[in-house]
């Protein structure tokens, strides 16, 4: 699905500038092949592709850990869910990316004209897909967290202005109950080891938009939100993500104490210090934030899937 998508728009790319090989000497035919790839690249993460796959990534790392088996169509379903609502906000906030994420609104305004057109297309496919594998509950569970991403963007993002970092509370939120869509798509329990996950995703993903608030200080503050980033000095930020990022540690380490967890969960430590480096280091990739912020968060979630997966093959 990933792959449809990016050859979907690549085409588009690929024949707006008019890359197709036609001959000529070698080095306006790998010109050409470097702009192709650097498409390629913008679109994954700019395009939303590579936030899409972390929550994918998520789920997977959750099933792992609480021991359940994952429906394949579930991922897909996660996958389609989170793109749809990152898309959405990518082309509601187009304008305003042209001031704080203007690598963003460059690579956007590539196809920006066939942009409703890619939405309603993906938007369809998902409802069918939903709607085919889905039972009632997990059904009705998809288009509550597709319905409540899609609205804050539409009104609840205005709710910052008066709750002070209501931005991330609301984002980790949606991030957090995609582990409790995963309990109601698979007609499972909600028992204390689902719960502690829950907390776990919770707290990383405070940390996580926290920290992506950084790159719109500027355009936050004409909006009037009150993000953390805009409220606290910057040492004061730091040493409360970090210890916010603490926090997140302790439902894996009492997960494992009491054997919710398999042993081999505790790897998931490692998640404190990718942090710590992003937050103490972003002012080195101040020039390109909005690309940094965007690979370190959407990277760090990847990475759980893979510390998980080694580490349970290791134990």
């Known amino acids: 699905m990933i792959f449809a998508f990016l050859c979907f728009k690549e085409m588009i790319f690929v024949s707006r500038f008019n890359l ?21 690249w913008n679109e994954f993460v700019y395009g939303g592709h590579i936030t899409a796959l972390a ?9 792992i850990v609480l021991d359940l088996v994952m429906e394949w169509h579930f991922g897909v379903i996660v996958y389609l869910g989170v793109y749809l609502v990152y898309f959405f906000n990518r ?25 409703p057109f890619w939405g309603i297309s993906v938007t369809l496919f998902f ?7 889905a039972s009632l509950s997990g059904i009705v569970f998809a288009f509550a967290l597709l319905f409540l991403g899609i609205l804050y963007s539409l009104i609840l993002k ?33 028992d204390l080891a689902v719960w502690l996950f829950f907390l776990f995703v919770f707290f ?17 503050k004409k909006q009037g939100l009150l993000t953390l980033p805009i409220k606290l000095e910057e040492f004061r930020l730091f040493y409360l993500l970090n210890f916010i990022s603490l926090i997140s540690l302790i439902p894996i380490v009492i997960g494992v104490y009491f054997e919710f967890f398999p042993f081999f969960s505790l790897f998931l430590l490692i998640t404190f210090f990718i942090s710590f480096y992003y937050l103490k280091n972003y002012k080195k990739y101040k020039k390109n934030l909005g690309l940094f912020s965007q690979v ?9 899937l893979f510390i998980i997966f080694i580490s349970k093959f290791i134990f």
């Open 91 to 115: 082309y509601k906030e187009y304008k305003t990316d042209y001031f704080d994420n203007i690598a963003r609104f460059n690579h956007l305004n590539n196809y920006f004209s066939i942009i």
């Open 158 to 190: 205005r709710l910052t202005r008066l709750i002070l970092a209501f931005k991330s509370i609301f984002v980790s939120l949606m991030w957090s109950l995609l582990i409790i869509f995963f309990v109601f798509y698979h007609s499972l329990n909600l």
């Open 296 to 304: 370190a968060i959407s990277g760090e979630k990847i990475l759980w």
């Open 127 to 133: 409802i069918v897909f939903v709607f085919y594998y």
């Open 20 to 40: 197709f090989w036609r001959g000529g000497n070698g080095i306006i035919k790998t010109m050409r092949v470097r702009k192709f790839l650097k498409f390629v």
């Open 204 to 220: 990383r993903m405070f940390v996580h938009s926290s920290f992506f608030d950084i790159k719109d200080i500027e355009s936050d």
């Open 55 to 63: 929550a994918l990534s998520v789920v997977l790392t959750g099933s």
